[in-house]
């Protein structure tokens, strides 16, 4: 829970009167989450995501919203919605998306549940309070103003969890006609800060080839891959700069099939983490231009950076002073957070876009048993949302 020190009460009348309007909503806001959550959706499974899809999209059909289906053939479709607003210009963007790391069957031992103020149940903070957050914000706007005060595009994914392959290309189309893109994935801490900046994340494989022989009777005939491999591991371990932001972590290693058995075959999968766009072509070329210590091996590296680090550029420091401004009136301190972990953000921060990261639900254990959302927490996010679709980009 934020400590006290840094909730006040509101600042203006017209604030007061947005916290008490969603805070009158929170069962509705309580009621979409466990729609949401209740509909289990793992990333590799087309027919339980779409499922999710196809009932968010009743949602927003509700909202007035033109709905926009963008089919993926190994993954559930994608789903932008727009709206029209009462001033011409660019839209602002909502991005998010509706694919949990969760297998199905999870909600068996891992049910939505409220305890507390406390809200579970797997993917409720990643994200699907954000997509909560989303609707009922818009709803707000309208109820507010009669109709929306900018064009907005909502844009919900399907495959963020594992990498956003299929979905990568609409993501970047769309943000390139935005005025700002607001990510609603989960705050950060349970003090709610927003993300400002996020590494950007690197695969690599590194493969090594050798030669088997037997160990006793022909041990020299051998080339020991996996004494390659080690060789290759202390050198790429050492491409790590902390000062810069840059980590390389072998995460995965294997090789070899029998004690007896000179290993032919090595292999290590890479983690690389970047914080700045021109730390990219170095590591990549380091990983690259990996060679064998020993001449009778053969080095195979594959794989590459696959997202940006989102920055924090001049563009994302003013978004986040508004949002700062606006959580002010609402009476919290709003921080940020620099984080490791990559999402869809990193995509159209990397176009220059204006972005800002982390709007979603406060809470903790994203990815893990314990995932839940702090409900008192709702109608302050909401606010803030509502704000931001007003404010941001203008
Ligand atoms: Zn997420």
Redesign the pocket.
């Known amino acids: 829970m934020p400590s006290p020190k840094k909730i006040l009460p509101p600042s203006s009348p017209e604030a007061e009167r947005r916290l008490a309007y969603f805070t009158g909503r929170r069962d509705q806001l309580i009621s979409t989450i466990r729609d949401l959550v209740e509909i289990e959706s793992p990333s590799d499974n087309k027919a339980a995501v779409d499922c999710v899809s196809a009932a968010v999209a009743q949602k927003f059909a509700a909202l007035g919203g033109a709905l926009k289906v963008h089919p993926a053939k190994d993954f559930g479709n994608h789903l932008q919605v727009d709206f029209a607003g009462k001033s011409a210009g660019k839209p602002v963007l909502l991005l998010?998306?509706y694919d949990t790391v969760y297998p199905l069957g999870t909600l068996a031992t891992m049910p939505c549940r409220i305890v507390g103020d406390k809200m579970t149940g797997p993917g409720v903070l990643?994200?699907k309070s954000g997509i909560a957050l989303m609707l009922h914000s818009i709803a707000a706007l309208k109820d507010w103003h009669d109709e929306l005060p900018r064009p907005v595009t909502v844009l919900l994914v399907s495959d963020?969890?594992v990498g956003s392959d299929s979905s990568r290309a609409i993501t970047e189309a769309l943000a390139r006609k935005a005025a700002a893109v607001l990510v609603i994935?989960?705050s950060y801490g349970l003090e709610g800060a927003v993300k400002t900046a996020r590494k950007g994340v690197g695969e690599y494989q590194v493969k090594v080839n050798g030669k088997a022989s037997h160990a006793g009777l022909d041990f020299q005939k051998g080339v020991n891959a996996i004494v390659e491999l080690a060789g290759q591991i202390e050198k790429i371990t050492a491409f790590t700069d902390l000062k810069r932001g840059l980590t390389v972590n072998v995460g995965i290693i294997n090789g070899g099939s029998r004690t007896n058995v000179v290993p032919a075959q090595a292999a290590a999968q890479v983690d690389v983490r970047i914080a700045r766009l021109k730390d990219a072509a170095g590591i990549d070329k380091k990983m690259r231009s990996l060679r064998p210590f020993n001449r009778k091996c053969r080095l195979e590296v594959t794989g590459g950076i696959n997202r940006p680090p989102m920055e924090r550029t001049s563009g994302v420091a003013a978004l986040y002073a508004k949002a700062v401004a606006i959580a002010r009136d609402l009476g919290w301190k709003l921080g940020e957070a620099a984080v490791g972990g990559g999402?869809d953000g990193n995509f159209t921060a990397g176009l220059g876009i204006p972005t800002l990261d982390g709007l979603g639900g406060v809470g903790d254990g994203?990815h893990a048993a314990h995932e839940h959302i702090l409900i008192s927490e709702l109608p302050r996010r909401a606010a803030l949302l509502a704000g931001l679709i007003e404010a941001a980009g203008m």
């Open positions: 998010g998306h990643d994200m963020e969890e994935e989960p999402s994203a």
